[in-house]
């Protein structure tokens, strides 16, 4: 079965760089036509789709965060890294990662909480 855990740093100072990885098991991160995506929602708000990478290596990113972001893959650890830099404390939320492909359903990670503050 498909599972994915994300990791991250908890508390990420204000201008510095949040990384978040995701592990994945269960199915490689190049097998065909997976979107490995990054969702995050930050405290009182709703879910804003932050981007994703496809089993080919294809990235697409949320054109507000596009400049300051980058999808990664690790595909000898099967794991995908979502990096956004010059933080603010707007960046602050809890980070899911996520598997789509259609027209399975999606299965998502439980979600790791990223706290931007000096």
């Known amino acids: 079965q498909l599972q994915l855990r994300e990791s991250g740093p908890g508390l990420v100072k204000p201008s510095e760089t949040l990384s978040v990885t995701c592990t994945v098991s269960g199915a490689s991160i190049t097998a065909g036509w997976y979107y490995w995506g990054w969702i995050r929602r930050p405290l009182g708000k709703g879910l804003e789709w932050v981007g994703h990478?496809?089993?080919?290596?294809?990235?697409a990113y949320n054109p507000s965060l596009d400049s300051r972001m980058s999808i990664s893959r690790d595909t000898s650890k099967n794991e995908f890294t979502l990096e956004l830099r010059s933080v603010t404390p707007e960046d602050t939320a809890v980070y899911f990662c996520k598997a789509h492909r259609a027209p399975l359903p999606d299965y998502w990670g439980q979600g790791t909480q990223v706290t931007v503050s000096s």
């Open positions: 990478v496809s089993s080919s290596g294809a990235s």
